[in-house]
């Protein structure tokens, strides 16, 4: 038996992984490096796209709780994740490099993995077939989901600039992590004073966006990924409520707090690169010099990578697709990834060992699965195919869709740590359930 997985993003290496473990031979198409959208820049599979940040590690935390159950499961990318990290407070970053890098060789050394590297305009031959191709698949493997699919929905996502370390002048930053959660640098903050902040904020809502079709309209931008202009835009005081929120930080050369923070995270372990935290952009090149060199640490910064916006593209999957990641009129064309309308990096990665999972059963026969509406993988697996949701947008990681407690707890930290313990016990009923069904 012989699948094929399209795309080599997060998803589609899951899904890869998962199906050889299944001893399932597997054709890999990444059309890296012979063709890159506008956003990719990593030869490599796994490209970390936007930012090098998993988001937090607590369990009691959505995001932290989605990777406590992608660890029990052995996923690729969560092994890839803790061998190429870098601090980042109470948050889960890495390297992006050599994130890449790590799960590139992993797949080469795979021997049931066939990487090709060439554009895919139409479904391959294959026993099974995963499309993971991403919110950025190619023009003309789009006009073919497309056939399949009918018109896709959209939003826009941005990345944010990547700045030298020793561009930065630390004479006006420090380090500290907010609440002094994590270690005393892993990042690095840049206050503003009030009268520094009013002249920020009037130079970035002046300041001149590169052209995206229709960006500036504000349904079509993904509230998860703000560019940071759009945001400005919604009033004086939204950045210091957001990227720019001061709360838990004191500047040591006043011993107050400032009137606004940028965060800088690590971009690599050797800490020589540096990411804008929450400062995804669409402002013109030589605009994000112009302006985000305004705070007073960033007045020299180099810039390695700017800011960029691109379009995200992603299927109706409530009215296409099965809680499996099957599609309903066509049982062996499976979906992963973004294009799904999952979320987020470790999300898209979830869906896309889920495929691979269903994938490998169905090819041998046995019925597909779905986790259970307790655990977080399983809740966004129903929320893709609920047929009830009228408007459907991307979603992430979060409370709001796991099945609720019975069990009234007022206090938000202790509700989410009995979710996720519940969540846990959940996962691991289920995997002793299949694995009894094996033997």
């Known amino acids: 038996m012989r699948a094929a997985v399209i795309g ?157 370390a020793e561009s930065i002048d630390m004479n006006y930053a420090f380090t500290q992590s907010r609440y002094d959660r994590g270690g005393a640098d892993d990042y690095i903050n840049c206050p503003m004073d009030k009268e520094e902040y009013e002249a920020f904020y009037e130079a970035i809502i002046n300041a001149q966006s590169a052209p995206t079709h229709s960006f500036d309209k504000k349904k079509d931008v993904y509230e998860g990924c703000m560019p940071i202009e759009v945001l400005a835009s919604r009033g004086r005081d939204t950045m210091r409520y957001g990227p720019l929120k001061p709360v838990g930080l004191t500047d040591p050369r006043t011993g107050h707090r400032p009137w606004a923070n940028l965060q800088l995270r690590k971009e690599n372990k050797e800490a020589t690169m540096y990411n804008l935290v929450g400062f995804q952009t669409n402002l ?11 705070f007073p640490a960033l007045k020299n910064a180099e810039f390695v990578r700017y800011g960029v916006m691109h379009r995200n593209t992603f299927i109706d999957s409530p009215r296409l697709l099965n809680g499996d990641f099957s599609m309903r009129s066509r049982p062996n064309l499976f979906f992963g990834g973004q294009i799904t309308g999952v979320e987020g990096y470790m999300e898209s990665a979830a869906s896309g060992l889920m495929a691979g999972i269903n994938l490998a059963r169905r090819l041998k026969g046995k019925d597909t699965i779905v986790l259970p509406a307790e655990t977080m993988i399983g809740a966004l697996s129903r929320y893709i195919s609920d047929e009830t949701v009228k408007v459907f947008q991307p979603m992430g990681a979060n409370f709001g869709i796991i099945t609720p407690m019975d069990e009234k707890i007022r206090d938000k930290s202790e509700r989410y740590m009995k979710l996720a313990e519940r969540a846990m016990s959940a996962l691991r009923d289920a995997t002793e359930s299949l694995l009894e069904e094996e033997k």
Request: glycine share 8%; aromatic share 8%; charged share 25%.
């Open 8 to 164: 080599g993003g997060l998803a589609g290496v899951e899904c890869a992984s998962v199906l050889s473990k299944n001893g399932i031979e597997v054709d890999l198409y990444e059309q890296k490096p012979v063709n890159y959208s506008a956003a990719h820049k990593i030869p490599g599979l796994a490209e970390l796209v936007c930012s090098n940040s998993l988001k937090a590690g607590r369990l009691n935390s959505a995001a932290g709780l989605l990777k406590a159950e992608m660890r029990y499961l052995g996923f690729l990318c969560i092994e890839a994740a803790y061998s190429c990290k870098v601090e980042a407070g109470g948050a889960l970053a890495v390297d992006r490099y050599k994130f890449s890098e790590y799960i590139t060789e992993k797949i080469k050394a795979d021997k049931n993995i066939r990487l090709i590297n060439k554009e895919v305009t139409d479904l391959p031959e294959a026993d099974g077939v995963v499309i993971c191709a991403g919110p950025l698949a190619s023009e003309k493997l789009s006009e073919s989901i497309r056939d399949i699919c009918g018109e896709g929905l959209s939003f826009y996502d941005a990345a944010a600039p990547i700045i030298t």
């Open 284 to 294: 013109k090149f030589g605009e994000q010099k112009r302006v985000f060199s305004m």
